[in-house]
């Protein structure tokens, strides 16, 4: 689904040469859940932006579903992301202008579909806002915000879902309910999940976690106690086990 | 799935109604939302004031046209003491003009029991082509118009004709060796006064063009005035008449209009058609101004959008048609809104002056609303659509990453394309490269200006040295954070402010110039030829009716012959200005054709154009003596003679000296009554040629040439009803010449009214505008100083301490903006004025003052006003975006 090859991704600062990525080479499955981790500045956001196209690689290339995201120019990206990718962002991202209903709306919208209403409305029911629909982000808590994206992403029909620490900005208890939720539609929508976190719990209900340190890969691992293969005395690895 | 997958990429489904309809419904929720309101209204503002102003000069101008096209009872007037060819009229209706014809001369009629003389006139039958010839059936009553003169055996004459004569309506009169009946009472002609002396000999005697043979009073030789009058609806048609006109009689004859009939009525319709374009120039300027700060931020709060909308898997072709789209949408709705409005602004405009709009307004053309459209469509081709469009740079990586945003477009990108488009469409509006000039020099010099000062204080980093409370630490270093905004701002508000102190002090000086020049208590009788031993009894005579009447100047022909011993040496090109006559001068004439060209011997027949008028003005000159210097009059050199008068001095108008190449203390050498007088240059004088009161070129020190018999002249307010004291008058004093200008003051008074009463109007149009600017000027920053206050209210700030911060930050860019609002106000007023609107220019002092108090009080009370919901809502609100 995803091929990640030797991917390298450097910025001009006023330091010098800065490289954020560095060689990163990584597969992902069809319908797999992964998690990437490490310390904040690790690189993280960079790799999930780098796969979902939201930016262009310095050397080294993404597969996305047979697409080479290298070949491809900005415009190409777009219209691949609209078909194939969705998001949800620490930040929420909601239009601040829209109601709830009108941000979930939006993406189907462009999709020329003339039933973006019905569609949305039965989106915003499933993640338990069907109330909340006319109320605008700046009316809604930030749990209710998050909820309402993640209705949002999963209105795209995307087959690939990328989260930027999708509870970043939550507490743990409200984090919990939309992990819960996030897993949930994952399951029924059958998308393959790619989240970046640095929060353990939520990378523990991944099937896969890789960890990221300075721009590098330095474990990538199943993680045992979910996925297709069920077996219990599978060990999470501790942060500190690997070691640079 | 890759095979199938790759073209499905490739192919993108979203259809351009899809993205049509995407735009209308983010029109919607924007507007919804409040967030594209502003543009709209700014557009809006920007069509409807446009309009507005078209449609109202549009109309104003024909009807001042119309109106004072009835001083001249026509369109264009063709004068001459000769029968002029009747080729030239029959050509004239061949190309579709009506014609007319009159002929002025003076003659005695005679009644049974009087007789009197008169100024008589003989119209065609298709007099007058403008305005109407106001009659009555009985002396002193309210008359009728008619659009005719007298039938044949006929005659009109004025009511004090009638009291003289000892006859009634009804009755004969004998106009040489014609009796004719006298049909009507003659209230008003429209064009009255444009006969000269002719017209101004006595009472009007108006009769049928076709009894002029049966008096035979008209031979040759006689002082005549023959006009042809023309009249036609199409500019064009005349302009080609008048230059068929000037190729077939090579000058001999030419059209005048009444701008070049009445000085008054052209300085003031010039004034106010420079003014009226001036101020929509500052319409479209500040409509464009706030098009440009609403299109910015309304970009601005659109980059999330456009990096949401792209990774929903928007392209930028597709971000460029929805938001193409949106401008289009708006640019009809505000075309639309703004038409309609600009009807309505100029309709109550209308209805507003329909006490003074005496003339029944001709339609408007269709040209005022393309004008209006093609603003709209300007200013959101320069405004808006560079910052709209560039949006479509905006990185998709942006909803990772804030602190990225478009970088392609230089910030200051869309104002570059702003100002071109307002160069552009303030040139293409107003057609004229010096109104133009002024405007984009004065706005770009205040931009360089603040540029400078931007950069000296983006490089100075020292502190201000503000050791006072903490609300000034706060406020400067608020100030000094956003110095680049608050330039930005400075520069706003400083244009704003500027073009709003210009149009008040240019409309305040223009009115006070026109009340000036002709006040409600100016003298409408001018009495000549008056001797000493009358005064006395013109005086009282005077008095005892309960007459204003004003100082007797003595009057005296006199001509220069020479300056330092030399002959004078008159530069030959014609300055208009010194060659100004004023009623005075057309004293010395019978007819004021002859004032230039045959008044005097020297300028022969053979003599032509300008030479001849060159000569004509060196020749004679009314003059006369005076203690005190005019009420209008100045020194521009030279000194007045004080209370010890010695006589032997002159002093001499200041253009007609520097014509005669005349310097303050020459010899002047003048022929006066066949003697030589010799007097010394101690002034030059500055005169108002249009103030309708006795005016001289030339003035000497009392006691120089009071021996050599001058007659007097001077002048009364006479009402209406006053009028038929001048019967007493005449009877009284029968040698004494009156003439009578109270129609001519009334026609230029209310003509002045009128566009006093526009430029009014037009100032309080665009000083909403300017309002709207400031408004969103203001509103530009308001989100990042919202988000800035909560964050300084969570870390414990008072509430008093932000607002107190607020005011100083926006008192001081008032204060700034103010300050250069009046330098750059007066600095283009001082070119406005002297080479626009032929006024003095004078530093308006208390401008100096008022100008950064304003600004000062106007920015700090819309700022703090609209940020005061800082300090009134909850931080945690405005850190929710709740605002
Ligand atoms: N465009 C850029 N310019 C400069 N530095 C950048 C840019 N993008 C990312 N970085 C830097 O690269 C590092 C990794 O960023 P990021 O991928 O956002 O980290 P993470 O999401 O793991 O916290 C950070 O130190 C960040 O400041
Ligand atoms: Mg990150």
Known sequence: MIQIEQLTKSVDTSEGVLTILKSVSLNIETAETVAIVGASGSGKSTLLGLMAGLDSASSGDVILNGHSLAKMDEEQRAILRGQMVGFVFQSFQLLPSLTALENVMLPIELKGDPEASTKARRLLARVGLEERWHHYPSQLSGGEQQRVAIARAFATEACILFADEPTGNLDTATGDKIVELLFELNREFSTTLVLVTHDERLAKKCGRIVKLVAGEIVSDEKNLAVGTTVDTTGTTPKEDAVSV | ?883
């Open chain 2, 1 to 883: 799935m890759s095979e199938s997958g790759h073209s499905a990429v490739l192919h993108d489904n979203k259809s351009l109604r899809t993205l049509f309809g995407l735009a209308l419904r983010l029109l919607w929720r924007d507007w919804r939302g409040g967030e594209i309101r502003l543009l709209l209204l700014s557009l809006i503002m920007a069509v409807t004031s446009v309009t507005g102003i078209a449609l109202f000069t549009d109309r104003l101008e024909k009807a001042l046209l119309l109106e004072s096209a009835n001083m001249l009872a026509a369109d264009r007037v063709l004068r001459s003491s000769q029968v002029p060819p009747e080729e030239i009229l029959l050509e004239a209706e061949s190309r579709g003009l009506r014609t007319a014809r009159t002929l002025s001369f003076t003659s005695m009629a005679f009644s049974d029991s009087g007789n009197m003389l008169v100024a008589a006139k003989a119209v065609s039958n298709t007099y007058p082509l403008r305005g109407e010839v106001i009659i009555a059936d009985a002396a002193f009553i309210r008359g009728t118009p008619v659009q005719n003169g007298p039938s044949t055996g006929e005659v009109w004459l004025e009511s004090r004709a009638l009291s003289a004569l000892s006859i009634e309506v009804g009755d004969s009169v004998y106009v040489g060796e014609a009796e004719l009946t006298v049909s009507k009472i003659i209230i008003a002609e429209p064009d009255r006064q444009q006969g000269g002396m002719l017209d101004n000999a006595g009472p009007r005697l108006m009769l049928s063009m076709e009894d002029v043979a049966l008096t035979n009073v008209v031979q040759v030789g006689s002082r005549v005035s023959y006009r042809y009058l023309f009249a036609n609806d199409d500019i064009e048609t005349l302009d080609s008449f008048n230059q068929w006109l000037r190729d077939e009689y090579e000058n001999e004859y030419y059209l005048r209009d009444v701008r070049d009939e009445s000085e008054e009525v052209s300085d003031a319709l010039n004034k106010a058609e420079s003014f009226l374009l001036l101020g929509s120039l500052f319409a479209v300027l500040l409509a464009g101004v706030a098009i440009a700060l609403t299109a910015k931020r309304y970009s601005e709060r659109h980059y999330d959008y456009v990096a949401i909308l792209k990774t929903f898997g928007c392209t930028s072709a597709q971000i460029g048609i929805i938001y193409l789209s949106i401008q289009v949408v708006l640019a009809l709705i505000s075309i639309i809104i703004g038409c309609v409005l600009g009807w309505l602004v100029h309709q109550g405009i209308l209805q507003l002056l329909q006490t003074v709009i005496l003339v029944s307004l001709p339609p408007a053309g269709y040209q005022p609303y393309v004008i209006g459209s093609l603003t709209a469509v300007i200013c959101l081709l320069s405004f808006a659509l560079p910052p709209l469009l560039a949006l479509r740079e905006t990185p998709p990586l942006r909803v990772l990453r804030k602190d990225l945003s478009q970088q392609k477009f230089g910030a200051n990108v869309p104002y570059l394309f702003g100002m071109f488009g307002t160069v552009f469409l303030i040139l293409w509006y107003s057609q004229d490269l010096m109104l133009t000039t002024v405007l984009v020099g004065s706005v770009a010099a205040i931009a360089l200006f603040l540029s400078v000062v931007s950069y000296a204080l983006l490089r100075s980093s020292g502190s201000v040295g503000m050791k006072a409370g903490s609300a000034w630490k706060l406020a400067m270093t608020a100030a000094r954070r956003r110095r680049k905004q608050n330039v930005l701002q400075v520069m706003v508000f400083s244009i704003t402010i500027m073009s709003l102190l210009i149009l008040t002090l240019l409309r305040t000086d223009l009115i006070d110039d026109w009340q000036a020049q002709l006040p409600e208590d100016t003298p409408n009788h001018f009495m000549m030829n008056i001797t000493q031993s009358q005064i006395a009894g013109i005086e009282s005579f005077f008095e005892e009716n309960g007459i204003v009447s004003n100082a007797f100047y003595p009057l005296i022909s006199a001509r220069v012959i020479a300056v330092n011993g030399d002959e004078p040496d008159p530069q030959e090109d014609l300055d208009t200005d010194a060659n100004r006559s004023s009623i005075t001068e057309g004293a010395q004439a019978d007819d004021d054709e002859s004032e230039d060209q045959s008044g005097d011997q020297e300028s022969s027949a053979g003599e032509s154009g300008e030479q001849g008028q060159v000569r004509g003005r060196l020749s004679r000159r009314q003059v006369t003596w005076a203690d005190e210097l005019p009420a209008d009059n100045r020194v521009t050199e030279g000194s007045w003679w004080d209370e010890n008068i010695e006589a032997g001095y002159v002093s001499i108008e200041d253009e007609y000296a520097s014509w005669l190449g005349i310097e303050i203390g020459d010899s002047v050498e003048f022929e006066i009554n066949q003697q030589t007088v010799s007097a010394e240059v101690s002034s030059f004088r500055s005169v108002r040629w249009d103030n309708m009161q006795p005016n001289f070129f030339i003035i000497f020190s009392p006691g120089t040439i009071d021996y050599l018999g001058a007659t007097f002249l001077s002048t009364a307010l006479m009402e209406r009803e006053q009028k038929i004291l001048l019967n007493d008058l005449v009877r009284l004093f029968p040698t004494m010449v009156i003439i009578e200008v109270d129609a001519l003051i009334e026609q230029i008074q209310n003509i002045i009214a009128q566009v006093t009463s526009a430029i009014e109007l037009i100032s309080v149009l665009v000083l909403v505008c300017g309002a709207l600017v400031l408004l969103s000027c203001v509103n530009a920053t308001l989100d990042e100083r919202f988000h800035e206050n909560a964050i300084l209210r969570t870390l414990g700030a008072g509430k008093k301490l932000i607002l107190t911060s607020l005011l100083i930050e926006f008192s001081m860019i008032g204060m700034v903006a103010g300050i250069i609002a009046t330098i750059g106000a007066e600095g283009s007023l001082y070119y406005l004025q002297e080479q626009v609107f032929e006024q003095d220019f004078n530093f308006h002092y208390w401008v100096w003052v008022a100008g950064p108090l304003i600004g000062m009080v106007v920015i700090a009370g819309l700022g703090v006003n609209s940020t005061r919901k800082v300090v009134s809502i909850s931080p945690l609100n405005v850190l929710r975006r709740v605002v």
